[in-house]
């Protein structure tokens, strides 16, 4: 059974950084593409960031670039988000997913498996 389990959220000040974590077991995460989501109150499940297979590529939505990134370690079959300058507006509550294709997306509905969620909440 695949599951993934995001830990590293919390409370920050506005300027601060979190980094998030997500651990696979079930499956090999290397041969898949991932991605951070969050949802805020009322709001749709957003695209953050994705990376490929090998993490060689990356792919940012424009409200984070410049202060997020996204990183992976397929031996330690680990995914990150590392956010910098957060912002109030980044209040939400953040999904790692992955999919079966070693190719980014930014669709949310081509992810197959999905964490629990994690809270962030920036105060400004």
């Known amino acids: 059974q695949v599951q993934l389990v995001e830990s590293g959220g919390g409370s920050v000040q506005a300027g601060g950084s979190l980094r998030l974590s997500c651990a696979a077991s079930g499956h090999t995460l290397s041969n898949y593409a991932m991605a951070w989501f969050r949802q805020a109150p009322g709001k749709e499940r957003e695209f953050v960031a994705t990376i490929n297979w090998s993490g060689g590529r990356t792919f940012r939505a424009d409200s984070v670039k410049g202060r997020f990134s996204i990183s992976r370690d397929n031996a330690k079959n680990t995914l990150w988000l590392q956010m910098n300058n957060l912002k109030p507006e980044d209040t939400a509550v953040y999904y790692c997913?992955?999919?079966?294709?070693?190719?980014?997306?930014?669709?949310?509905?081509?992810?197959?498996?999905w964490g629990q969620g994690n809270q962030v909440t920036v105060s400004s």
């Open positions: 997913a992955d999919r079966s294709s070693s190719h980014c997306s930014t669709v949310k509905s081509q992810y197959d498996y």
